[in-house]
């Protein structure tokens, strides 16, 4: 079979309606520009509102007639497909833990973060493509959600490997995946099935340094965002693997370089990435290491922390709500007083009764809903746990059948041009 070329397109739009900067502006731009580029395939992150969405899809109707819009959540996934080649079959896996409802302001948890899977056919191959956005980090070195990043890895990784891509030819996963290239989730998502990169695997490379998606010159990023990396990071990736009979390579790799031309702003405050895939039949090989072994024990580790973590604040949730029900049986007998003493009749404060216990009733039902919560997030934290338990047992009974180690691929030569420490194997 000739070789096939696949173009990929991803992007985090950032387009949150009324909030986002020159939000309509930009969509205008991204249409315009996708009408013109010959994409295969376009995967948007952060489409928040579905009219932006219809947008895209009427505009784009000539060059992509195939598109789909993933719902989820309370405001949505904000993930979007579009595509050259019909789409065959969809469907949308929510991620069991994305934060905390009562951070209003980060939102995470209201966008109900997931991962989108779409099946074309290629001629006579079967491709799956996954588009997703996991939660976002907002501070590197006291990083709350860590724990929740690391199960919707390992929670991605099995959507893919177990569930869903058996029967593919080609796999291509593409989003904002919200961690570096050696964070632990980025780590164990690749280990575990064996995608590569685009980024390190391509031939020739055009764009930000490093690979950067968020960089210090986009007029949308605050510096601050940054620190401590001062020029930007690389947390936007365009991954893929092939089979045992379809291999994939990348040819070429580029990003966008903050604003557009003519333009006095770029398309979001992301940079875009484009992946120029060349499809084949050879082989595709698959060995056991020690070193999945370690990084799966690493990833139980981060969970046992925020299993800890819930557990305190599922306590603390529970004692305040005793400590609110205390005071409530205590106002109650404070106000039977009165009734039940002999002698002339005092006055009794109706009002800051009230206030007393509409505030205790608050407490209660405040800490009842949290401690749900907490409860829930256990739950997920505990399940996710128990499966990189036996995953552990697993993988180390395999190893005494299979001594050899090895990685899933080996690594390749930079892009002409590049410096090789920007290269160098992230896993």
Not at 9 to 14: D, I, R, V
Not at 359 to 379: Q, V
């Amino acid at each position: 079979m000739p070789s096939i070329g696949l173009r990929v397109f991803s992007l985090n739009c950032w387009g949150i309606r009324y909030l986002s900067k020159y939000c309509p502006e930009r969509y205008a731009m991204i249409g315009e520009m996708l009408s013109k580029e010959e994409y295969d395939i376009v995967l948007l992150q952060e489409v928040w509102s579905e009219k932006d969405y219809l947008y895209l899809k009427k505009k784009l109707a000539s060059c992509h007639p195939h598109s789909h819009y993933f719902k989820s959540g309370v405001i949505g996934s904000g993930l979007a497909i579009f595509s050259k080649h019909r789409i065959h079959d969809t469907f949308l896996y929510r991620y069991s833990l994305n934060g905390y409802p009562y951070m209003a302001h980060h939102g995470d948890w209201f966008g109900g973060k997931a991962v989108g899977m779409a099946v074309l056919n290629l001629g006579s191959l079967t491709v799956n493509v996954y588009v997703t956005h996991l939660h976002a980090e907002y501070c590197r070195e006291k990083d709350s959600y860590l724990p929740h990043r690391i199960v919707q890895a390992w929670e991605l990784q099995q959507f893919i490997r177990y569930h869903t891509s058996a029967g593919a030819d080609v796999v291509i996963v593409g989003g904002d995946l919200n961690m570096h290239p050696q964070d632990l989730g980025n780590r164990l998502l690749r280990a575990y099935t064996g995608l590569r990169d685009s980024y390190v695997e391509t031939a020739k490379f055009d764009g930000c340094e490093n690979g950067m998606t968020l960089i210090a010159d986009n007029p949308f990023i605050s510096k601050k965002e940054l620190v401590p990396f001062e020029k930007g990071i690389r947390i936007d990736y365009i991954l893929f693997k092939g089979s045992s009979e379809t291999d994939i390579y990348c040819d070429s790799m580029s990003t966008t370089k903050g604003s557009v031309p003519d333009r006095s702003f770029p398309y979001s405050d992301h940079e875009a990435l484009t992946a120029e895939l060349r499809l084949g039949v050879t082989f595709c090989t698959s060995l056991l290491s020690d070193f999945l072994v370690d990084i799966v024990t690493e990833a139980r580790t981060e969970v046992k922390v925020g299993l800890h973590c819930a557990e305190r604040m599922r306590y603390t949730a529970a004692r305040t709500g005793i400590m609110g029900l205390a005071l409530l049986f205590l106002e109650l007998v404070i106000a039977a007083v009165p009734y039940l003493a002999l002698g002339a009749e005092q006055p009794f404060p109706r009002t800051s009764f009230y206030l007393l216990a509409a505030l205790c009733f608050a407490i209660l039902l405040a800490t009842s809903l949290l401690y749900i919560f907490y409860t829930m997030e256990l739950k997920s934290l505990q399940g996710a746990e128990d499966q990189m338990r036996l995953a552990i047992g697993s993988l180390q009974e395999k190893l005494r059948g299979f001594p050899l180690a090895g990685l899933h691929n080996p690594p390749r030569r930079p892009p002409e041009g590049q410096q090789p420490s920007a290269f160098e194997p992230e896993e």
